[in-house]
């Protein structure tokens, strides 16, 4: 189809410095877990971007020396002439479809925790280090910050040797030069330290030093943090972090501007902020300067682009998340195929990915992070060979993205779901607070089954052994889900407990009765617990909220969401108790002890709500088993866990499906210095 013209302003060219980028598409800088560990992973996950029609696409950061070392978390490395080749590999595969390569100079200063190269770090003043301590990063003096100036210059002219167009200044989510540019961080007496002019010192050599080194062929962007959200102690958008555009305009190529302190703020999921919700903050940068600007925001929808682009409050349209669920975004667009984009819910598991130092996972796109290992693309996929049926039992998601990956191969797919309505557990978790857009999850599938000849959907179809026997498939399966344990089992108790009277989170969204005082019991640790009590509260119970972590969620730092969540739960005045196990439920009362001492305790409770483990729904499987019917469990029915983990399930079966089982490619680290 043609594209609707209204979008064409999305695909002009944007000149930035001595480089054009093709369209407004703009892939910013996003960790993959990948790193200096895995350049052909990195490079084939890039070169899916640049493919998918984003016109520039840029690296994770990537440390311009050892005093820079984020281990054990990936990163990229630029620390001599051998880092060359395989970073090559990456701006070759964005080259290919015609796309600008960027790469994300770092150093993070008082961020590094130098675990690997076991140096010590460096930042403008004595500082304990940011995130791993007990180390303390030392005061750079003077040949410090030249040694520092070479190091940048040195990895830019390296990059450019790459093969990069876009080489970046990093002074954003609280690294280095932010660090020397906030008055939070930097308490210098010299002519580094004081006035902004001076903390914006070091920023201004880097640009200049930058543009000097690789300025003739390659553009220098500045990733600036505008407002650090720390109020007016800190870099704001209305005080220091304006001056600092004012004062440098048009000295970069090009502005990529957020709002940071933590990476948290910048990445927020889709609880704590919604769609372009950055603009407050960054709408002002275009008006300082006339080099081109981006921003991010979780930018799906293609009109709100094009009112961003419009309206004035950025040159390109940034992503970061978008373009991890969908890498097509823009080539769908291009193709008047907008109603194919795959929306980024906003939960964030891309974000606990490189938290967890493996590679780089998503919700919504099962194919992120597997285009090398696995050769996965998310548009193309072998057609099944032979004529034959399958027979999908659950519509949840991992029965949508089976029923889609199946009949994508070009099956006869009849998918069966018991419920009048399609959506599995997104029917009771997406209308918990904040959580709406997890709906996207089965929008999407329905929207692209709907354009499938081959693919029958019934609801309201409650399968049974005969039933299944009787319509005599090819293949059949099983993806019937999970329910929540009523025995208390969870991360902590292995062992059953009773309790007779407890509620589950599916009895509660169900609408059951509730009588105060609430008790919900996290033996999760992710999301459940919370946005129930979130919920509750919501309702004017009075809760409390129970966990054996120290914290609340505690799963949820991995998606940078934790301490958004503590806090509205505090604000929400619910009453938090830590590190305390469930033992038993009596009338009016729940008996708890300390995880460390086991010392007893009573807590009031009117209902006990259990967030502990969950079970499989597998009864249909074995069934079906005991009368040899062959069936294949997939999703939460072989192992309850997230919806992430049911997509890749689901889309594993059906990708391999008459394939030969050959375990992932393993990718061999290059000889490095590290
Ligand atoms: P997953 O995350 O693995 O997709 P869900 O719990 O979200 O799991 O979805 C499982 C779906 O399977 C639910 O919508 C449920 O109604 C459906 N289901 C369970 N048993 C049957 C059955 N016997 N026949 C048809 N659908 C079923
Ligand atoms: Fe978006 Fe979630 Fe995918 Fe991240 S994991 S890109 S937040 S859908």
């Known amino acids: 189809m043609p594209r609707d013209p209204c979008y064409d302003i999305l695909f002009e060219q944007v000149r930035i410095g001595p480089v054009t980028a093709p369209n407004r598409f703009y892939q910013t800088p996003h ?31 990537c440390s311009i020396h050892p005093t820079s070392d984020d281990s054990p978390f990936a990163f990229l490395t630029l620390w001599d002439d051998d880092d060359i080749a395989p970073l090559a590999l990456t701006a070759e595969a964005i080259h290919a479809h015609g796309s600008l390569a960027g790469i994300e100079l770092w150093h993070g200063g008082a961020h590094a925790s130098n675990r690997m190269t076991r140096l010590p770090g460096i930042a403008p003043d004595v500082q304990p280090a940011l995130y791993h301590l007990p180390t303390t990063a030392r005061a750079m003096d003077k040949a410090d910050l030249r040694a520092f ?38 308490h210098r007496g010299d002519a580094y330290g004081g006035s902004l002019e001076n903390r914006a010192r070091l920023l201004r050599e880097m640009i200049e030093d930058t543009k000097e080194a690789v300025g003739d062929t390659c553009a220098v962007a500045v990733r600036l943090a505008v407002d650090e959200l720390h109020g007016p102690e800190g870099i704001t958008s209305v005080g220091e972090g304006r001056e600092v555009i004012e004062m440098l305009a048009d000295l970069p190529d090009l502005w990529d501007v957020n709002v940071a302190g933590a990476l948290g703020n910048d990445s927020r999921s889709a609880r704590f902020s919604s769609e372009g919700f950055q603009e407050e903050n960054v709408a002002f940068v275009k008006g300082l300067t006339s080099k081109p600007v981006v921003s991010v925001g979780r930018f799906t929808s293609p009109d709100r682009m094009v009112s961003q682009i419009k309206r004035g409050v950025q040159d390109f349209i940034g992503a970061a998340r978008p373009s991890i669920a969908d890498p097509f975004l823009p080539a769908k667009i291009r193709d008047g195929r907008e109603d194919e984009i795959r929306e980024c819910i906003g939960c964030n598991i891309c974000r606990a990915a490189n938290n967890e130092g493996v590679g780089l996972r998503c919700t919504q796109n099962p194919t992120m992070g597997e285009e090398w290992r696995r050769g996965w693309h998310p548009e193309r996929i072998a057609v099944y060979p032979k004529r034959e049926t399958a027979l999908v039992i659950g519509g949840g998601p991992a029965g949508l993205e089976a029923a889609l990956t199946l009949g994508r191969r070009g099956l006869e797919v009849t998918l069966a779901e018991a419920g009048d309505t399609f959506g599995g557990r997104l029917l009771r978790e997406a209308t918990l607070p904040g959580l709406a857009t997890w709906m996207r999850v089965r929008d999407w599938r329905l929207t692209m089954l709907a354009k499938l000849p081959n693919v029958q959907l019934f609801p309201a179809s409650r399968m049974g052994v005969a039933d299944v026997a009787e319509f005599g498939a090819d293949h059949v399966v099983v993806a019937t889900g999970s329910r929540w344990r009523r025995d208390g089992v969870g991360v902590y108790a292995i062992r059953p407990g009773t309790f007779p009277d407890a509620l589950t989170p599916d009895d509660v969204v169900a609408g059951m009765a509730l009588s105060g005082p609430v008790v919900i019991y996290d033996d999760e640790h992710y999301f459940m617990a919370g946005a129930l009590a979130e919920r509750l509260a919501q309702q004017g119970l009075q809760v409390t909220y129970v966990t054996t972590a120290a914290v609340v969620s505690c ?120």
């Open 149 to 186: 100036r070479g190091w940048q210059r040195d990895a830019a002219l390296r990059a450019k040797r790459a093969g990069f167009d876009i080489i970046y200044v990093y002074a954003g989510h609280d690294y280095l030069p932010f660090q020397f540019l906030s008055r939070r961080t930097n």
């Open 31 to 61: 960790a993959t877990g990948f790193g200096w560990q895995r350049p052909q992973s990195g490079a084939a996950l890039r070169g899916v971007k640049a493919e998918g029609g984003w016109g520039v696409v840029c690296t994770e950061y």
């Open 555 to 674: 799963w949820t730092v991995l998606t940078n969401e934790q301490d958004f969540l503590q806090a509205r739960l505090i604000r929400a005045g619910v009453r938090i108790v830590t590190l305390r196990s469930l033992n038993s439920q009596h009338k009016g009362k729940v008996m708890l002890s300390c995880v460390y001492t086991g010392r007893e305790e009573a807590l009031p409770c009117g209902t006990l709500v259990l967030a502990t483990g969950r079970l499989p729904d597998d009864t249909l499987w074995h069934d079906l088993a005991a009368q040899g019917v062959r069936a294949t469990r997939i999703g939460d029915c072989l192992a309850p866990s997230s919806i992430a983990d049911a997509v890749h399930s689901a889309h594993r079966y059906a990708r391999l499906l008459g394939e030969p089982d050959v375990p992932p490619r393993r990718e061999r680290a290059p000889e490095r210095s590290l």
